[in-house]
Protein backbone atom coordinates (compact mmCIF):
# COMPACT_ATOMS: atom_id res chain seq x y z
CA UNK A 1 0.00 0.00 0.00
CA UNK A 2 1.27 3.83 -1.15
CA UNK A 3 2.55 5.15 2.12
CA UNK A 4 0.36 8.18 1.62
CA UNK A 5 -2.64 6.32 1.74
CA UNK A 6 -1.72 4.30 5.10
CA UNK A 7 -0.44 7.85 6.19
CA UNK A 8 -4.27 9.08 5.38
CA UNK A 9 -6.05 5.73 7.14
CA UNK A 10 -4.19 6.26 10.10
CA UNK A 11 -5.13 9.84 10.62
CA UNK A 12 -8.60 8.99 9.80
CA UNK A 13 -8.64 6.16 12.55
CA UNK A 14 -6.54 8.10 14.85
CA UNK A 15 -8.82 10.86 14.65
CA UNK A 16 -12.19 8.71 15.18
CA UNK A 17 -11.13 6.86 18.16
CA UNK A 18 -10.79 10.23 19.26
CA UNK A 19 -14.32 11.09 18.57
CA UNK A 20 -15.44 7.53 19.30
CA UNK A 21 -14.30 8.40 22.72
CA UNK A 22 -16.13 11.56 23.19
CA UNK A 23 -19.55 10.73 21.48
CA UNK A 24 -21.76 7.75 20.28
CA UNK A 25 -20.69 6.65 16.73
CA UNK A 26 -24.00 7.64 15.18
CA UNK A 27 -23.22 11.27 15.76
CA UNK A 28 -20.08 11.26 14.31
CA UNK A 29 -20.25 12.64 10.71
CA UNK A 30 -17.92 12.40 8.08
CA UNK A 31 -17.42 16.60 7.66
CA UNK A 32 -16.21 16.64 11.62
CA UNK A 33 -13.96 13.28 11.16
CA UNK A 34 -12.05 14.71 7.96
CA UNK A 35 -11.88 18.18 9.65
CA UNK A 36 -10.18 16.37 12.81
CA UNK A 37 -8.07 14.69 10.38
CA UNK A 38 -7.14 17.35 8.44
CA UNK A 39 -7.98 16.36 5.40
CA UNK A 40 -10.81 16.38 2.82
CA UNK A 41 -13.96 14.85 2.72
CA UNK A 42 -13.35 13.83 -0.77
CA UNK A 43 -10.44 11.88 0.07
CA UNK A 44 -12.35 10.22 3.01
CA UNK A 45 -14.25 8.86 0.50
CA UNK A 46 -12.20 7.71 -1.55
CA UNK A 47 -11.01 4.77 0.95
CA UNK A 48 -14.56 4.85 3.03
CA UNK A 49 -18.69 5.06 2.19
CA UNK A 50 -19.36 6.18 5.32
CA UNK A 51 -18.53 6.51 9.11
CA UNK A 52 -19.62 2.78 9.69
CA UNK A 53 -17.74 1.59 6.83
CA UNK A 54 -14.13 2.74 8.35
CA UNK A 55 -15.03 1.53 11.72
CA UNK A 56 -16.06 -2.09 10.15
CA UNK A 57 -12.50 -1.91 8.78
CA UNK A 58 -10.97 -1.65 11.92
CA UNK A 59 -12.77 -4.13 13.58
CA UNK A 60 -11.64 -6.69 10.78
CA UNK A 61 -8.40 -5.82 10.54
CA UNK A 62 -8.53 -6.46 14.57
CA UNK A 63 -10.25 -9.58 14.42
CA UNK A 64 -7.78 -10.61 11.85
CA UNK A 65 -4.85 -9.92 13.68
CA UNK A 66 -6.77 -11.62 17.00
CA UNK A 67 -7.48 -14.94 14.62
CA UNK A 68 -3.73 -15.27 14.19
CA UNK A 69 -2.78 -14.63 17.12
CA UNK A 70 -5.41 -17.41 17.84
CA UNK A 71 -4.21 -19.78 15.36
CA UNK A 72 -0.24 -20.15 16.19
CA UNK A 73 -1.58 -21.81 19.16
CA UNK A 74 -3.70 -24.44 17.35
CA UNK A 75 -1.65 -27.66 18.39
CA UNK A 76 -2.38 -31.24 18.17
CA UNK A 77 -0.68 -31.77 21.46
CA UNK A 78 -1.43 -29.83 24.51
CA UNK A 79 1.46 -28.38 26.13
CA UNK A 80 1.35 -27.61 29.79
CA UNK A 81 2.20 -23.67 29.15
CA UNK A 82 0.21 -23.54 26.39
CA UNK A 83 -2.77 -21.48 28.34
CA UNK A 84 0.03 -19.12 29.42
CA UNK A 85 1.42 -18.71 26.21
CA UNK A 86 -1.67 -18.51 24.31
CA UNK A 87 -2.94 -15.61 26.82
CA UNK A 88 0.28 -13.75 26.93
CA UNK A 89 0.10 -13.28 23.04
CA UNK A 90 -3.36 -12.09 23.29
CA UNK A 91 -2.40 -9.76 25.80
CA UNK A 92 0.28 -8.57 23.75
CA UNK A 93 -2.16 -7.86 21.15
CA UNK A 94 -4.42 -5.79 23.39
CA UNK A 95 -1.82 -3.98 24.49
CA UNK A 96 -0.95 -3.17 20.89
CA UNK A 97 -4.65 -2.24 20.27
CA UNK A 98 -5.37 -1.70 24.20
CA UNK A 99 -6.76 2.30 22.77
CA UNK A 100 -9.71 0.91 20.15
CA UNK A 101 -10.54 -1.74 22.22
CA UNK A 102 -11.64 -0.44 25.39
CA UNK A 103 -13.97 1.65 22.84
CA UNK A 104 -15.08 -2.08 21.34
CA UNK A 105 -14.79 -4.18 24.21
CA UNK A 106 -17.09 -2.02 26.52
CA UNK A 107 -18.12 -0.41 29.33
CA UNK A 108 -18.37 2.31 26.75
CA UNK A 109 -21.41 4.01 24.41
CA UNK A 110 -19.69 2.33 20.94
CA UNK A 111 -18.85 -0.86 23.05
CA UNK A 112 -19.89 -3.64 20.60
CA UNK A 113 -21.68 -6.96 21.70
CA UNK A 114 -21.15 -8.23 17.87
CA UNK A 115 -17.63 -7.69 17.74
CA UNK A 116 -17.04 -9.41 21.11
CA UNK A 117 -19.17 -12.45 20.10
CA UNK A 118 -16.83 -12.43 17.30
CA UNK A 119 -13.61 -13.09 19.50
CA UNK A 120 -15.09 -15.22 21.11
CA UNK A 121 -16.23 -17.44 18.79
CA UNK A 122 -12.89 -17.24 17.65
CA UNK A 123 -11.38 -18.57 20.72
CA UNK A 124 -14.66 -21.07 21.68
CA UNK A 125 -13.02 -24.17 19.18
CA UNK A 126 -9.41 -23.65 20.08
CA UNK A 127 -10.68 -23.96 23.93
CA UNK A 128 -13.17 -26.78 23.31
CA UNK A 129 -10.58 -28.77 21.40
CA UNK A 130 -7.91 -28.55 23.86
CA UNK A 131 -10.41 -28.86 27.04
CA UNK A 132 -11.43 -32.18 24.99
CA UNK A 133 -8.67 -33.85 24.98
CA UNK A 134 -7.83 -33.09 28.46
CA UNK A 135 -11.51 -34.12 29.80
CA UNK A 136 -12.96 -36.60 27.46
CA UNK A 137 -16.15 -37.32 29.38
CA UNK A 138 -17.11 -33.53 30.22
CA UNK A 139 -20.24 -33.11 28.25
CA UNK A 140 -20.62 -30.36 25.27
CA UNK A 141 -23.20 -28.55 27.45
CA UNK A 142 -20.25 -28.09 30.76
CA UNK A 143 -17.80 -27.22 27.78
CA UNK A 144 -19.98 -24.19 26.54
CA UNK A 145 -20.86 -23.16 30.32
CA UNK A 146 -16.82 -23.32 31.18
CA UNK A 147 -15.65 -21.50 27.66
CA UNK A 148 -18.53 -18.67 28.84
CA UNK A 149 -17.61 -18.54 32.02
CA UNK A 150 -13.99 -18.41 31.12
CA UNK A 151 -14.31 -15.82 28.12
CA UNK A 152 -16.45 -13.04 29.76
CA UNK A 153 -14.33 -13.35 32.79
CA UNK A 154 -10.98 -12.84 30.55
CA UNK A 155 -12.97 -9.76 28.75
CA UNK A 156 -13.38 -8.27 32.52
CA UNK A 157 -10.47 -9.02 33.08
CA UNK A 158 -9.24 -6.75 29.65
CA UNK A 159 -11.36 -3.79 30.76
CA UNK A 160 -9.82 -3.56 34.33
CA UNK A 161 -6.50 -4.17 32.90
CA UNK A 162 -6.64 -1.23 30.31
CA UNK A 163 -8.95 1.27 32.36
CA UNK A 164 -6.00 0.53 35.39
CA UNK A 165 -3.87 1.45 32.52
CA UNK A 166 -1.93 -1.74 32.05
CA UNK A 167 -0.14 -1.38 35.74
CA UNK A 168 0.66 -5.08 36.15
CA UNK A 169 2.73 -6.16 33.13
CA UNK A 170 1.67 -8.66 30.79
CA UNK A 171 3.59 -11.85 31.85
CA UNK A 172 1.77 -11.27 35.25
CA UNK A 173 -2.16 -10.77 33.90
CA UNK A 174 -1.14 -14.02 31.64
CA UNK A 175 -0.04 -15.74 34.69
CA UNK A 176 -3.23 -15.23 36.74
CA UNK A 177 -5.67 -15.11 34.12
CA UNK A 178 -3.79 -19.09 33.09
CA UNK A 179 -4.22 -19.84 36.54
CA UNK A 180 -7.84 -18.81 36.71
CA UNK A 181 -8.70 -20.59 33.86
CA UNK A 182 -7.19 -23.44 34.02
CA UNK A 183 -8.25 -23.80 37.89
CA UNK A 184 -11.98 -23.26 36.56
CA UNK A 185 -12.03 -25.66 33.81
CA UNK A 186 -11.11 -28.92 36.44
CA UNK A 187 -15.32 -28.86 36.92
CA UNK A 188 -14.68 -30.76 33.61
CA UNK A 189 -14.11 -33.71 35.65
CA UNK A 190 -17.49 -34.37 37.25
Known amino acids: M ?99 LSIFLGPHVNADSIFIEKMKDMMKELSINVWNRIYPNATPKNYDYCYSFAFYGFIGLIQDWINNNKEESIENMAKLTSEMIVKSSTILHY
Open 2 to 100: DRRVQRTKNKLNESLMILMKEKNINQITVKELAELSDINRKTFYLHYCDIFDIVDNIKNMLLDDFKNVILSHNSPSPNSNEPYLLLKEILEFVDKNSEI
